[in-house]
């Protein structure tokens, strides 16, 4: 509606202008007007503006006229001037009104010049008029195509934009709306947006391959005036073909857990957002190292890993939308993830480098502090030498996650030794020399698959033991003639400082003796004459002795020296021995020790059999038992010494320091044992740990072998005695010289409980109170009470209980679906050690609520209120009732009572018109909505407020711009001047409300609504 304001002049006003003496007469120097188009009247404007077009009369003017200036228009317009009180007023009248066409042309220009004559001179002034065109509803609306064709490749969901569809009018704002409308045999497959054409898909039941079909666009203001015929026309064709191809294909994937899913179609629409915990503690494995979030939100999917992921992705666990670790370890995983919405209909694939975050800078290896290391060169082989270690004490947590290999570098030259790759434990593989030796050994570390190295080096330092006697020449003299002489024996071991380093002495010659020989060199002089009786042939013994350790050997010739008349004083010191020098073998000879099978050295030669010229001499040595046992606790510390190894012996024909002396090698038949024998120290110890679990108990022998410096000095020892036979030694029944070793390994509570599985999937109905609804199967290897577990709960326990021997969870209050849809209920194993107790959480339960049917439907509003203009037109979808149902898999159907205007459909809940609104006018209409999920059922009711859509308005024009009125100043008040409606020629029901408008402070007339 417009409003109309009508002046009444009461003082005419006159508006000069002055500028270098002259003087305007024209109210604007320009204006502005309004018509309509095809306006049947030919002298109706509209002037927005209370300033009258024209000149004001005064007293020097007598007359005024209008004249049109450069006519472009053909005649169109005409203009006239009309005297009205003191003004003359500018009058346009259109010849040919059918001629005004705003599409054709919107605004005019006209160009006014005023002929004034006033009383001094004549005179012309000009101005501007710029008419413009207002819109009337004179068009139809025109689609853009005739015909819309569109071909649908990809997956289409239900409420879907599929095409819009446009129609113009070249009419201007409410006269160019456009209303579109779709024909009714489609109309459950499709919905036609009434005011923005948008097609729309409403189920795919009975969904074809190919839809053609018309749709209709209509002027809305001009569809009441003209008959439904008059309206614009265009074919659609919609090709679902390859569409409806792949509808009912179905594709299957693999997971890595060996099982196989169908899905229907592959697609990328969906932003898949991956998150990783940072905090992820190999202590708490129950919590998720991987969260998927999917944008847009989407709540409801599922999440597979594929079967070409990396092969330990089998070791992950994936419940919902979470992936956790499902054992004590890290790695990189290589994920191929598949995650699928609406029941597998739609998949999308992505993958994903898992690299747990571990600051690998923080690692750094090294070996643990080795000293010089010392061994006898006739140590046995497979003896053990050090145990190399690395030192990660620091990275405690990560020891399941270290794998460490050792190895030695240089191990083409040192053979003599090797290095389990995996304990570290060298031992000797050949037999040694005197010397140093230096092994480079290396540490390859494997943590969390990265590599590191290390590498030290170690001092090998081989003892010399004495293993050879000090032997005379072969050309030593036994008769002397003169003196002095000097004796030459050598010595071939290595160690000239004691092993080979030889001192010579002279043996049976006691008393007053008159010879002498020099320890170091072995010259053999006559030292005190007077005590020398040159008439005596004298039988000496020299005895050539080393300096071993821990045992010396000796040996001796026996010498006769005969001076008789070769003896005089000045040649006493200076004559050069003299000798006959016969060739004969010296009696210091190698020996070799032969055997019975009850006699060992580390050098053995077994023999059954006695040949008769040796002689058999038993020894009385050895272990006092053959077996012995030992227990040790599965704690005990590498290097803890087992026991000291006792030898005992009665009449040994050697002197021997029970303490110090060691005469035998121990020696171990299974070197594979985590125990070693000190061969210095006689110690029994421990080199590796033990666990009691992985075995308890070790059973080995331990054999003494005789080492060979101690057979040689038995048999230097007898062959003194009786040297024209050889000696067998053998061992008596009194002690054993092998002796079977068993140690068991005690335990402590050193293992925390652990249960079969650390995630586990079960499902629960809601509201069911369910007995056994799962058993935990809990494990702890340790012994008695240390590997006794109880059960209990962490949480959830008001729903839930556990038998905390058994370890039946039950459950014992009903669980709402609509509350709870999931759980992860902690489980709780604690060990009953005496001296120290171990608890974990063993075990998630991932229970999945079943959701039932026990909810009714309940409408998204309390109430739905629909505003609807009378002329929307049939079939058109107004509005969308919604209820929820918290059950989860319901599908709800909606109805409606029986009415002649509005249909819903059952699955979406969309209402539709049926008829036209047109006789519900100020109307309200109610409808009752039902809705139902199968077993309950609930009602609303929609309240449609039924308006008309109010006509285009027009503008209001006036034939003139001012009209005169007489009245009589008699006139009574409160009288009818006049009818300001009829005057006008205006209808009362297109004016919202008409007032006076004036410059005075207080005007003597009024104007009611009535226009009176």
Not at 470 to 489: I, S, V
Request: hydrophobic share 35%.
């Amino acid at each position: 509606m417009s409003s109309l304001h009508i002046s009444i002049l009461f003082t005419l006003l006159t508006i000069i202008i002055a500028d270098n003496n002259k003087t305007f007469y024209f109210t604007k120097s320009n204006y502005e007007l309004w018509c309509q188009e095809n306006i049947l009247s030919n002298s109706l404007f509209l002037y927005p503006d209370r300033i009258p077009i024209g000149i004001l009369r005064t007293s020097n003017i007598k007359s005024v006229t209008y004249h049109l200036l450069d006519d472009t228009n053909n005649g169109l317009f005409q203009i006239k001037t009309k005297r009205l009180a003191d003004f003359y007023f500018l009058i346009i009248n259109i010849t040919r009104p059918f001629d005004i066409n705003r599409e054709y042309q919107d605004v005019y220009t006209l160009h006014i010049e005023a002929h004034i004559i006033t009383t001094q001179k004549n005179q012309t002034e000009q101005t501007e008029i710029r008419l413009y065109v207002a819109d009337s509803n004179d068009n139809d609306g025109v689609f853009d195509m005739d015909v819309y064709e569109q071909n649908y490749t990809q997956s289409i969901d239900t409420e879907q934009s599929l095409i819009q569809f446009h129609a113009s009018d070249a009419d201007e704002i409410q006269h160019a709306q456009i209303f579109y409308e779709l024909g009714s045999s489609l109309n459950e497959t499709f919905s036609l947006h009434p005011y923005t054409g948008e097609l729309y898909l409403l189920t795919k039941e009975n969904f074809k391959s190919i839809y053609e079909f018309d749709i209709f666009a209509y002027d809305r203001h001009r569809k009441r005036l003209v008959d439904n015929n008059m309206k614009t026309k265009a074919h659609v064709k919609l090709n679902f073909h390859q569409l409806t191809n792949t509808i009912n294909k179905y594709e299957t994937f693999e997971t890595i857990f060996n099982q196989t899913f169908d899905y229907h179609k592959l697609v990328s629409s969906y932003e898949i957002n991956i998150i990783e915990r940072k905090s992820v503690n190999l202590l708490n494995i129950h919590q998720p190292i991987l969260a998927i979030e999917i944008k847009p939100n989407e709540k409801s999917f599922e999440l597979f890993l594929l079967n070409n992921s990396s092969s330990n992705t089998k070791n992950l666990f994936v419940s919902k939308n979470n992936i956790y670790l499902n054992k004590y370890l890290i790695e990189e995983y290589n994920l191929q993830l598949f995650i699928c919405f609406n029941n597998r209909t739609q998949c999308q694939h992505t993958k994903y480098r898992y690299m747990p975050f571990v600051d690998f800078n923080f690692y750094q290896f090294r070996f643990k502090s080795i000293e010089k290391i010392y061994i006898d060169e006739n140590l046995p082989v497979d003896s053990f030498i050090k145990h190399i270690q690395i030192d990660y004490s620091q990275y405690s947590q990560q020891q399941q996650s270290l794998l460490v290999n050792y190895k030695l570098l240089n191990d083409d030259t040192n053979y003599q030794f090797y290095i389990n790759p995996k304990t570290g434990i060298l031992r000797l593989a050949e037999r040694l020399e005197y010397r140093i030796y230096a092994l480079d050994i290396q540490a390859n570390i494997n943590l969390f698959n990265r590599r590191y190295s290390t590498e030290t080096t170690i001092e090998i330092h081989v003892r010399e033991i004495n293993k050879y006697r000090p032997a005379f020449r072969n050309n030593t003299p036994t008769d002397l003639f003169q003196l002095p002489y000097q004796f030459e024996a050598y010595d071939y071991d290595q160690n000239k400082e004691t092993n080979g380093r030889i001192t010579y002495r002279l043996w049976n010659c006691f008393d007053v003796c008159p010879f002498q020989i020099d320890p170091n060199n072995g010259t053999l002089s006559l030292i005190n004459k007077d005590n020398f009786d040159r008439n005596i042939i004298y039988d000496l013994q020299i005895i050539a002795f080393d300096w071993g350790q821990p045992i010396s050997f000796q040996n001796s010739i026996d010498i006769r020296i005969d001076l008789i008349s070769k003896i005089n004083k000045r040649s006493l010191q200076r004559t050069r021995a003299y000798s006959r020098r016969w060739r004969k073998n010296s009696t210091a000879m190698y020996f070799t020790t032969t055997t019975t099978t009850t006699m060992f050295t580390e050098k053995s030669t077994y023999d059954t059999t006695v040949p008769p010229n040796i002689d058999t001499v038993y020894l009385n040595i050895g272990f006092q038992q053959n077996l012995t046992t030992y227990y040790i606790s599965e704690d005990t510390e590498i290097n803890t010494i087992i026991d000291r190894l006792k030898i005992d012996h009665d009449a040994f024909p050697l002197e021997i320091d029970d303490e110090n002396d060691n005469i035998f090698f121990y020696t171990m038949n299974d070197t594979s044992v985590p125990f070693v024998i000190d061969q210095n120290e006689k110690f029994l110890k421990l080199i590796d740990k033990i666990d009691r679990e992985n075995q308890y108990k070790y059973v080995f022998e331990i054999e003494l072998k005789l080492k060979s410096i101690y057979s040689m000095k038995l048999q230097e020892q007898y062959n003194c005695q009786k040297k024209d036979s050889r000696i067998n030694f053998q061992y008596s029944n009194k002690f054993y010289q092998k002796m079977l070793v068993t140690i068991y390994v005690n335990d402590i509570n050193d293992n925390i409980p652990q249960c079969a599985h650390f995630h586990t999937n079960i499902d629960l109905n809601e509201n069911e109170i369910k007995k056994n609804l799962y058993r935990i199967q809990a494990f702890d290897p340790d012994l008695g009470e240390n590997g006794t577990i109880a059960y209990s709960l962490l949480d959830y326990t008001n729903y839930f209980s556990i038998d905390p021997l058994t370890g039946q969870i039950d459950c014992i209050k009903s669980i709402d679906y609509e509350e709870y849809s999931s759980i992860e209920l902690h489980i709780i194993v604690l060990d009953q050690g005496l001296q120290i107790q171990f608890q974990s959480i063993c075990t998630t339960l991932h229970i999945t609520i079943n959701d039932i049917n026990d909810n009714t439907p309940q409408f998204s509003s309390d109430d739905y209120f629909f505003n609807l203009f009378s002329d929307m037109p049939r079939y058109s979808i107004f509005g969308q009732i919604s209820a929820i149902d918290i059950d989860k898999n319901n599908e709800l159907i909606y109805s409606i009572n029986p009415n002649p205007y509005v249909t819903i459909n059952t699955h979406t809940g969309h209402l539709r018109l049926k008829y036209s609104l047109h006789r519900l006018i100020d109307q309200i209409l109610n409808v009752t909505v039902q809705v139902s999920d199968g077993l309950h059922q609930n009602q609303t009711i929609i309240f449609i407020s039924v308006k008309s859509f109010p006509d285009a308005q027009q503008p209001i024009l006036l034939s003139e711009p001012a009209y005169g009125l007489t009245i009589n100043e008699s006139l009574s008040v409160d009288s009818i001047i006049i009818n300001a409606y009829r005057r006008f020629q205006i209808l009362s029901s297109t004016i919202d409300f008409i007032e006076i408008i004036h410059d005075e402070i207080k005007s003597p007339f009024s104007i009611d609504q009535q226009g009176m």
